[in-house]
């Protein structure tokens, strides 16, 4: 727990500190610094200069920005703190997995529930003003039918009567007979209503919203007119319902006149039959329209007639539990209806905007209730409750069921990487012996397996780097060691210009190539390579080095000199292996070059420019590799050939190792020894450094990236000038030479 408590404060609000002191830290103190400074001066009561509002705005704009950049490096701290156990991660990813996406579900749900009530409402305040314009009409249609039938006799006392059969469930209609003067055609058998002595215009009822109609407007046709109109009063706008009908006559004298204010009473009507109630009506402006509402009456006092006449008793609702179905709206909502309504003037259309406040529990309960009776209550509502509950319990047992089991896998997740997390620790301070316990059979439990299995093999991984490294460290001494059995330097000779290289495949390798020289006017030139690579074929090579280097102060003949090495190496190396040389001896004096060549590579020659041809030769005498335990040698010696070959000023030969000719490309072509001997061809005259540059450069470019398989070794062999030689030569090497002769 300490491990994981050191872990856990990294992030922790202290490092919020040298937040502190960073520049737009600062720069929040300097500009609060001039801020104050500046408040002081103010104080003062002098006045300040232009330039010190520039400063003052300045100093504003340092503290904002210093502000917004601490309080962003402060939140990403925060998150980190937050976010830094795997618990708190699961438990954000659950809210936003789960939790969000299912608020998400419910709020749409929510809109649309209410939407459709919404909607719902509009149509049900459109469907009671449709309600009312049909009654309307029927009241009229009746009330003229009847005047036509009664001769227009006691037009008055007719309209008293037909206010008050409508007056309980109507208490603002009022009722008018204007007189007309227009022809329509008849359609029934009705008498001629122009016999009606109506002269002046007979109202009933309060009219208490706005003046008696005293004429009908051309636009009513003969077929009468029923629908809203509006009339305002000071600034509000009102709505009522009006119908118009004409006499079953050619020429209908009269036109009866219907009004039903959607007044107080009626929008409480309304509220108790839809449960939507109607709280305010304005006119709505429209482009191009003219329809305006009539002016109004003024209002009159309750108490006074008129209005007070108008009130009334909404009616008892008729559906079965109405008495439970009237209590208080729950959660009012507001939203509005537009409605369609006609200037009374012109008939041109106009739209109202009717603010409206539904009860959803009141509408919800008028259609529950319009499913009978379960006992005292609705069927629809007492099955709605029942799904409620049921559901309600079901939710409740499916949550906690949910929560235990991801309380339990959350755990479960958190505490093995908690151990994890411990052991890793653990391992960080080189304690791999720690174990995890294995509490469940999944995927971290395989986890906690494999590292358990891995902290084992930690320690042997360490030991095995270890020894690795120690052997790479060998490695490379015996490289360096290598490198300096090679000749150091290129060999000085008046007349002859040598360059050589040597390029191991690995650390070490078997590839030898030396300079011997020999008296003053004669020098050995040496290359071979013994098979294999690595350290086996480099300890090969330095045995080889001290018994060439014997051989050649004893036998001046190439040739001689093999056949000896053949028999010693052949007694000491092993049957696997063997090695392939080609010793050379030039002769400056004699202008001539002596060799033998035992299994090696060929020997190219490129002549020099007097020479009638300069095409490369490849030199390949006779001669197996050295250290076959075939017939004590006698097969080695019958078979080695000796060549002996004149000099000439700017002859170029090349030895070289089967890695330059050998080397290969991706497509497995060789390198090959044509390719090479037209590469030294064409380049013959370049000096001895630049062609070995150049023909490295070739075989690079023909590998073109392939992994170097074999040790590369070259010698450049070029011949100046032929005169008579003087050798300089270290006599601290001749010495040595002679030392290593007397032990041979």
């Known amino acids: 727990m300490a491990a994981h408590h050191s872990l856990d404060s990294r992030d ?27 408040f002081a001066v103010r104080l003062t009561g002098r006045g300040v200069p232009t330039l010190v509002g520039v400063v003052d705005s300045v100093a504003g704009l340092a503290i904002a920005g210093g502000a917004a950049y601490v309080l962003f490096r402060l939140f990403l701290l925060a998150r980190r703190r937050l976010l830094w156990r795997v618990r708190r991660k699961l438990i954000l990813s659950y809210i936003f997995i789960g939790f969000v996406p299912a608020i998400l579900i419910v709020a749409f749900f929510v809109l649309g529930a209410l939407l459709l009530f919404f909607n719902f409402s509009s149509y049900l305040v459109q469907a009671e003003v449709r309600s009312l314009d049909d009654q ?60 009606l002595p109506l002269t002046r215009p007979v109202t009933e009822g309060p009219w208490s919203h706005i003046d008696p109609p005293t004429s ?7 077929e009468g007119f029923s629908g809203l109109l509006a009339y305002s009063r000071g600034e509000d706008t009102y709505m009522f319902v009006r119908a118009v009908a004409f006499p079953d006559s050619p020429t209908p004298g009269y036109a009866v006149t219907v009004d039903l204010p959607i007044d107080d009473p009626m929008k409480e009507w309304l509220r108790h039959d839809t449960g939507v109630d109607v709280r305010s009506v304005s006119a709505v402006e429209v482009a191009g329209a003219t ?83 379960v006992g005292d209550r609705p069927f629809g509502q007492a099955l709605l409750r029942v799904l409620l509950y049921v559901v309600g319990g079901l939710f409740l047992v499916i949550e906690v069921i949910a929560l235990v089991v991801g309380s339990a896998l959350a755990r479960s997740i958190t505490g093995s990487v908690h151990e994890l997390f411990t052991g890793t620790e653990r391992v960080r301070q080189g304690d791999f012996t720690h174990k995890i316990a294995i509490t469940a059979e999944d995927q971290l439990g395989e ?79 040496l290359i071979a390579d013994v098979s294999g690579k690595g350290t086996s074929a480099a300890l090969y090579m330095a045995q080889l080095k001290g018994l060439v280097l ?29 090695i392939t040389m080609t010793y050379a001896v030039v002769d400056m004096r004699a202008h001539t070059m002596t060799y033998a060549r035992a299994g090696h590579t060929p020997l190219i020659h490129v002549p020099g420019p007097s020479a009638s041809s300069r095409q490369a030769r490849i030199l390949a005498p006779n001669g197996m590799v050295l250290g076959l335990k075939l017939d004590h040698g006698e097969m080695f010696e019958r078979m080695l050939e000796e060549q002996t070959i004149p000099l000439q ?19 497995d072509d060789c390198f090959g020894e044509v390719r090479l001997g037209q590469l030294v061809e064409d380049h013959a005259d370049l000096p ?57």
């Open 216 to 222: 009908v407007p051309r636009w009513i046709g003969c």
């Open 12 to 38: 922790s609000p202290s490092r919020a500190a040298p937040l502190l002191r960073t520049l737009p830290a600062r720069a929040i103190v300097a500009g609060a610094a001039i801020k104050v400074l500046l």
């Open 649 to 667: 000023a700017g002859d170029l030969y090349v030895f070289f190792t089967d890695g330059i000719s050998e080397a290969m490309n991706a497509a």
């Open 136 to 195: 309307a009409r029927f009241l009229a249609t009746s009330a003229a039918l009847e005047i036509q039938q009664g001769g227009g006799r006691d037009v008055p006392a007719l309209l008293t009567r037909k206010r008050q059969g409508v007056q309980s469930e109507f208490p603002g209609s009022s009722l008018a007979v204007v007189p007309v003067d227009r022809r329509c055609a008849a359609t029934g058998g009705g008498t001629d209503a122009a016999v």
């Open 550 to 578: 014997s051989l050649s102060t004893i036998h001046t003949s190439p040739r001689a000199l093999l056949v000896n090495a053949n028999r010693i190496i052949a007694e000491h190396l092993d049957a696997r292996s063997f």
């Open 688 to 744: 001895s450094d630049e062609l070995r540059e150049r023909v490295l450069r070739d075989v690079e470019a023909f590998v073109a990236g392939t992994p170097q398989h074999d040790d590369m070794t070259m010698i450049l062999l070029k011949v100046e000038e032929l005169g008579r030689p003087t050798i300089n030569r270290d006599l601290a090497n001749l010495a040595d030479l002679a030392e290593l002769a007397e032990k041979a």
């Open 447 to 525: 986890l906690a397996r494999s590292f358990n299995s891995m902290t084992a093999s930690i320690e042997d991984l360490l030991r095995q780097a270890a020894e690795k490294k120690r052997l790479e460290e060998e490695l490379r001494i015996a490289h360096e060691i290598q490198m300096s059995l090679l000749p150091q330097a290129p060999l000085v000779m008046p007349g002859l210009s040598t360059t050589a290289l040597c390029i191991p495949a690995r650390q070490v390798g078997g590839d030898y190539y030396d300079f011997l020289p020999l008296d003053d006017h004669r020098v050995g030139v």
């Open 291 to 373: 329809a305006r509402p009539l002016q109004g009456r003024p209002a009159v006092p309750r108490g006074k007639g008129g209005a007070a006449a108008a009130t009334g008793t909404p009616p008892a609702s008729g559906a079965p539990g109405a008495a439970a179905l009237r209590g208080a709206p729950g959660g009012p909502l507001s939203w509005v209806t537009f409605l369609d309504f006609h200037d009374w003037t012109s008939g041109e259309p106009g739209t109202l905007l009717v603010s409206t406040q539904l009860s959803i529990q009141d509408i919800l309960s008028r259609l529950l209730a319009a499913q009978g009776l």
